[in-house]
């Protein structure tokens, strides 16, 4: 490939050396990270191209995972990344991020082990900086209903209240459900509020027909499955 100066524009470049055309002649998985980020970005700056100020951000973040969750002030401190620019970015990661959920959560999926849930969930819940609870309903043969949020926060300051959860279940005539939050520290050792709240909602969900079947604690790459060590009242 022939050496390229800094300051030359990607249509100076070799037709086959442009990241837009090498993907629409060879396919996307032919390209590298800078390249597919250099066509969400378009245009660079002067003395910059679009491939320049890709590999830039590359060479920072390092992984495009790595970018979910970067704070908006540390993408404005590159040249040429407007509010336009930086938009695009963040779309195109929360698509692939969806794109992954979808993949792994098809419709009524049956849940059988909290490695099921595990596999759908921590894809968008391993890099969050605050703590996020979720619940996945299940009916009556362990199927997915839906898979929602109930509570933002550190779980001193907004555990989800029991009764609120035991109530959306009642709506949605879930036979079951499955509790999942995330410890941002990535110490998935539960708290002794994690304990307290699975025993109460456990409790709550029995006196109303409601199975309360795990409650999951996601770390970064792994986690801590209060069924699977036996910690489920019963």
């Known amino acids: ?18 990241p837009r055309e090498k ?7 032919a390209l590298s990270s800078s390249e597919l980020l250099a066509i969400l970005l378009r245009t660079g ?18 992984t495009f995972r790595n970018m979910s969750h970067i704070d908006m002030r540390e993408w404005k401190k590159f040249k040429g990344l407007g509010p336009a620019k930086i938009a695009q970015i963040q779309a195109a990661l929360e698509i692939g991020k969806r794109f992954r959920e979808d993949e792994l959560r098809p419709t009524q999926q049956k849940i059988t082990s909290a490695q099921d ?6 894809p968008q819940m391993r890099d969050l900086k605050t703590e996020v609870f979720k619940v996945v309903y299940l009916n009556s043969n362990n199927r997915i209903i839906e898979i929602s949020d109930a509570a ?10 029991v009764r609120e959860i035991i109530h959306a279940a009642l709506q949605k005539f879930a036979a079951a459900i499955i509790c999942v ?14 304990k307290k709240f699975t025993g109460e909602l456990s409790a709550a969900g029995k006196l109303l027909g409601v199975n309360v079947l795990d409650h999951i ?10 069924a699977d060590e036996g910690l489920m009242a019963r």
């Open 1 to 18: 490939m022939p050496e390229k100066s800094k300051s030359a524009g990607i249509k100076s470049w070799p037709q086959d050396d442009r």
């Open 23 to 29: 993907l629409l002649q060879k396919g996307a998985g």
């Open 45 to 62: 700056v002067e003395g910059n191209s679009a491939i320049d100020l890709a590999r830039q951000i590359m060479e920072k973040f390092g």
């Open 117 to 122: 849930v595990v596999n759908m969930i921590m």
């Open 152 to 161: 933002a926060g550190t779980v001193n300051q907004a555990m989800p209240i």
């Open 181 to 194: 939050h995330n410890h941002p520290s990535a110490n998935i050792v539960p708290s002794p509020e994690d």
């Open 217 to 226: 604690i996601i770390g970064d790459g792994n986690f801590f499955s209060f």
